[in-house]
């Protein structure tokens, strides 16, 4: 059984096969070079998804060093002066730090993205990646409907 998409009533809203990828978690980039730079949206999601990657790798640094230093110290009880005296303490605030600049670049790049226009189906499977992520946590009836869109996109055009 084919996974072709149904026949298109104009011959060139067919997608083209040679630009499948896959969007994953892992912000690998989406297109190579100059393909990359024809679509801004996918442009902008590749970004977005690179920096997402490094959020959720460097949150997960952070709570890993605070539970050993609760663990280890009973940080919570300890006073911020007390706090200061561990060195672990500047490497928490350096990493809270950056992941402050991360979150406040998507931020930005979230509030334009509705205004980029997609170019291909790679910004299009970008955008809607964004939208899964951002909605995961808040709005799960939205997320599964967004989930849904993508899977249905994807089965219809290929792994954009």
Known sequence: MSRRPPPAANESARPDPSRRLILSAAASPLLPGAALAADPAAEACQAWLARNAEHERLAVQWSRLEARLHREHNW?????AQRRRFPESRELDDLDDRIEVLSDENGAVLKALPAIVAASPIGICGKLTI????????CENVHRLILSILRDYRALHGDA
């Open 76 to 80: 919570m009880r300890l006073t911020r």
């Open 131 to 138: 939208a899964v992520k951002e909605t995961k946590n808040d």
